[in-house]
């Protein structure tokens, strides 16, 4: 398959896991990837370092982009934080920093690529999780986090669709990737609802989910706009 050919996409995240994944499967389509994140990003055809809880960083970063390679079709929004805690031992400084990088960080990224992908007649693939679209426990600032990204990725499907744009969301279930270590337990709990999150038969690897945000970020996924695409394996079916 070459669906990317002739196209350029950003992918955050693209350090580790499903992000690195991604740039991955998309380069093997033929597109060219700028990959972005708080850690040195090696998958990539260029590499930009930044914290997405800097936002003034994030201008700056598109239009060297877009200096490199004159447009923009596809940016997949796949950074992000893992967080467990007590609703009572919730921190306005972790509250932050979550909400910041999973919400606001992909809401920046996206009004920042927008006036490129209204030009290409691109796409926005987003990242939410079932902790977005079902219960999951100790993790109200996650969870809120992902429900956020739900809305708007629907609020930006209908609000540019008009204008040719098309914005998505993947909601990963368990993934082997080092985000899993963000997810301990808080100690002194009830461990049997654990079992609202354990996965169904087993965790899926990054590339079972780079090949679900290769899908809607390409023409394969053309009449697909505001859709949450539940990749668990089963788990909350
Ligand atoms: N792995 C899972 O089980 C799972 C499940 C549901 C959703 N997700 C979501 O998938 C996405 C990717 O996670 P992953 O599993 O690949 O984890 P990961 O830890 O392997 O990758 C996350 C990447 O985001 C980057 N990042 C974090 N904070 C950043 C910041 N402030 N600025 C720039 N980059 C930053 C990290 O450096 C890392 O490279 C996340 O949005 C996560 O919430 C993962």
């Known amino acids: 398959m070459n669906r990317f050919e002739n196209k350029i996409a950003i ?8 992000g690195r994944a991604t740039t991955t499967r998309l380069r093997s389509e033929g597109a060219t990837v700028v990959g972005i994140d708080r850690d040195p990003v090696d998958a990539a055809d260029l590499a930009i370092q930044l914290d997405l809880l800097d ?4 201008g700056p970063a598109v239009a060297q982009a ?3 390679y004159g447009r923009i079709d596809v ?4 950074a992000g934080l893992g967080h467990f805690a007590r609703d009572e031992d919730e921190t306005p400084e972790n509250w932050n920093r979550v909400i910041g990088v999973n919400l606001t ?3 920046f990224m996206s009004t920042a690529c927008l006036p490129h992908l209204l030009e290409s007649r691109g796409n926005i693939v987003n990242t939410a999780s079932t902790a977005g679209t079902n219960a999951q426990p100790w993790s109200s ?4 986090s992902k429900g956020g990204v739900i809305a708007l990725t629907q609020t930006m499907a209908i609000t540019n669709g008009l204008s040719g744009i098309r ?3 993947v909601a990963p279930g368990g993934v082997d990737t080092p985000i899993a270590g963000q997810f301990n337990p808080p100690e002194e709990v009830d ?3 654990m079992s609202r999150i354990m996965p169904f038969d087993r965790m899926a690897e990054p590339s079972e989910l780079a090949a679900a945000f290769a899908f809607l970020a390409s023409d394969d996924a053309s009449y697909c706009n505001g859709i949450i695409l539940r990749v668990d394996g089963g788990m909350q079916a």
């Open 11 to 18: 992918v955050t995240g693209a350090a580790s896991g499903i």
């Open 55 to 58: 936002l003034s960083s994030i």
């Open 66 to 68: 877009v200096d490199a």
């Open 75 to 78: 940016l997949c929004n796949i």
């Open 105 to 107: 960080g992909t809401y």
């Open 141 to 144: 600032a996650y969870s809120a």
């Open 167 to 169: 914005v998505n969301c």
């Open 191 to 193: 461990h049997s609802i």
